[in-house]
């Protein structure tokens, strides 16, 4: 069992970067897929970027995020990173990590995890 924690959001410009941290106490970080999500006033929660537990450390990304935003890991740390760059109004979301059991590219949808994060809100002013 693992208990995420965001850190790194706020209020940036668009064009801004920005990048957001989960730390996660547990001794059996490494054996879980981590995965970022958003969501927006409204709006349904989205997935945005995923990372395996392999030591491949496999990615992946939603169309509408990917080539802007990285998301890795430290397994020493016990640290999952997601690096955003070019970022949008529309990026505008409160963003949860979340931990699962399930491979990478079986883990794009919220009900596919176990453990998440309380959120952290990011903001991009046009």
């Known amino acids: 069992q693992v208990q995420p924690v965001e850190s790194g959001g706020g209020l940036v410009q668009a064009g801004d970067s920005l990048r957001l941290s989960c730390s996660a106490s547990?001794?059996?970080?490494?054996?879980?897929?981590w995965g970022w999500f958003r969501q927006a006033p409204g709006k349904e929660r989205e997935f945005v970027a995923a990372?395996?537990?392999?030591?491949?450390?496999?990615?992946t990304y939603s169309e509408s995020v990917k080539g802007r935003f990285t998301i890795s890991r430290d397994n020493v740390k016990n640290m999952v990173t997601l690096r955003m760059n070019s970022l949008k109004p529309e990026d505008t979301a409160v963003y949860y990590c979340?931990?699962?059991?399930?491979?990478?590219?079986?883990?794009?949808?919220?009900?596919?995890?176990?453990?998440w994060g309380q959120g952290t809100q990011v903001t991009v002013s046009s």
């Open positions: 990372i395996s537990w392999t030591w491949t450390a496999d990615t």
């Open positions: 979340a931990a699962t059991l399930r491979r990478v590219m079986d883990a794009m949808t919220p009900k596919d995890y176990n453990y």
């Open positions: 547990g001794r059996t970080f490494n054996s879980y897929t």
